[in-house]
């Protein structure tokens, strides 16, 4: 056997590795609610002899005018004028400029106004004149948080959590504390000025193939659902159409009417259950496969989910717009608040819109050269089932869990976990595929062990989990491949023959042809040594190959 053949004849440990492929849950984080902040709970200012209370507490004449206007300021913002209301607030503290309740009311329009700096220094005063009020504490790191000034919005929204922890916005408070924490590092570093691709995309990025766009979505009819409005439907066909026209024809979307045909399903929603933290708006379920996008689930709420932040077609706009950006495979979240893709609706979102670098950053994703895009051809539909939307957290918790094993390289440790995961959820898409692949990498360690059989058995059992799986598949052809081979230097020929039989079958089946020469040439040479010289010549020249 000369150098050639011996390379030929080496075992092949087929790298067929497969990524768990994780369910990527994001979510908007809501903006603030700032508007009602200290009217709700809140009487209005009564006359008593001589004497005006508010809160139960005696207030001048001057603070009693000036809670008046304050109250007719607020009931003009959430009628949408912002600026008429500021000018009331305005005056509410030329009245009683020391009175806290109209310097935090003054705060709450300019923030709404988009003047941020000015609001975060009325806060401020209000908190020096009532520091025990937690909605000025909560307005204050709200707008810290939506203009950007992450630090200090993450000092604030901590000293909200120890002074309010049993207040009705801990939990939203807890959500920010949690993403900005975990954000926070690459927040504060200089960003590239042209897009975020770095800090939202990076090193893993997913996107649509081109077979899939235009993007078949599916649009659930919203008008059962409480709070719904006609004009939610237009709204977010305009969302649909800011992606379009700022993926200079890069992406299109096509609407269906069956959830079946759709890689899309987009949900309307009444109730704050169906998304995994209530606080926020919406949220987006992605299913990635490699670097493909295999499905996305997108849920927006149609009611209030904070008392002081009134759903109206703008935000509903807005909303859509950014867990559409998801769906397109933006899947983490802009540093800047200038960006739709910010991790929360700033307080004056009136001025917001698909930006520059909104629109560069997905123009990259969808021009870059992904090396590879490994399961190119998975069929699409139903890789989110109903179970996968209603246990997402957990089952993110869990796959988190896998693929933290996966790393390590723990596959069996994988394996467990997964297969504990199906158990309890056992008509979950997303778990079963993922246990698909991690047995196929567990195979693969088999296989390098040469433990064939235990091998085989796995990758099967893969193949049943993932019926697509091209990797289960290829690595089904390759361990009979080595099986045979492994017999030909045992001098087992009548073992190598069936072995290799069913590798060239397999290999056909997929036209994986590097390892068909393979597995033709080390049949031949068995049909050889098996004295059936004829077929051995047939399979020589079928396979235009020689045997050793
Ligand atoms: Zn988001």
Known sequence: MNKRQMNRRKMIRHPHL??????????????????????????????????FMMDGKAISAKEAQSANLVKESMQTLEGGNVQNALKQAQEAVALAPEFYYSVCALGVCQARSGMSDDAIASFRKALSLNPNQPDALWSLSATLQSSGRTAEALASFKEFL???????????????????GSNHSQAVTSHNPEDYFDEAIG??????????IPIKIFISD?????????????????????????????????????????SIVFLWSDNPKDVSNPAEGGEALLRPLGNSLAAVRITVLTIDIDQGMHLNDQ????ICTHELGHALGIAGHSPSPNDIMYSSLPLDYERLKVSQRDAKTLRKLYSIDLASVPHASINAQGLLSASDIANSSDLVTITRQATDAMNAKDYDKATVLLQEGVAKYPDSVSLKHNLGAALNNKGLMAMNARQFSKALATFQEALVLNPDSNAAKHNIATVHYNMGLNSMRAAKFSEAEPELKLAIEKCEELNFQELLTKAASEYATALEK????????QIEAKYKVTAD
């Open 18 to 51: 497969t990524n768990l492929n994780i369910v990527i849950l994001l979510t908007l984080a809501f903006g603030v609610a700032l508007i009602d902040t200290f009217m709700v709970g809140t009487q209005s200012p009564c006359l008593a002899a001589d004497t």
């Open 162 to 180: 120890a002074k309010y922890p049993a207040n009705a916005r801990a939990s939203q408070a807890r959500a920010f504390v949690d993403l900005m």
């Open 530 to 537: 098996l004295g059936k010289s004829a077929a051995a010549k």
């Open 315 to 318: 935000l509903i706009r807005l």
């Open 203 to 212: 090193n893993n990025p997913v996107r649509w193939n081109k077979e899939n």
């Open 222 to 262: 919203g008008s059962s659902k409480r709070g719904y409005k006609q004009s939610y439907a237009a709204e977010l066909q305009n969302a649909l159409k800011a992606w379009e026209d700022a993926s200079n024809g890069l992406i299109k979307f096509v609407q269906v009417d069956k959830q079946e045909q759709a």
